[in-house]
């Protein structure tokens, strides 16, 4: 039995469903995955790190940002929503 080849994504289609879905998904070198939920020690330690690295970066222009925030690194081609992240820059934001 042979698998069914999966139907590669322009990052502006993964964005449209972005949109419309109520679940997360990753983007890969054009491939969408649907992201798996957490748990509630994953959870407890995402605050924690996201609580250290606010305070350790205190004074600094840089923010601490939790799961909501789809980043995307041009790069690779990855768009994800890590636990946390940082951002020193300023942001640039992905729009349809």
Do not use: K
């Not at 054009?30 to 205190?58: P, T």
């Not at 925030?69 to 041009?74: F, P, S, Y």
């Amino acid at each position: 039995m042979t698998l069914a080849a999966r139907q590669r994504y322009s990052f502006t289609e993964y964005l449209a469903l972005e949109a419309i879905s109520p679940v997360r998904h990753e983007f890969c070198d054009g491939q969408v995955w649907a992201m798996a939920g957490g748990s509630a020690s994953r959870a407890a330690i995402a605050v924690n790190v996201a609580s250290l690295l606010r305070e350790g970066l205190r004074g600094r222009p840089c923010r601490v940002f939790g799961s909501d925030l789809r980043i995307r690194v041009r790069a690779t081609g990855l768009a994800t929503y890590p636990d946390v992240s940082v951002a020193c820059d300023a942001l640039e934001l992905d729009r349809l």
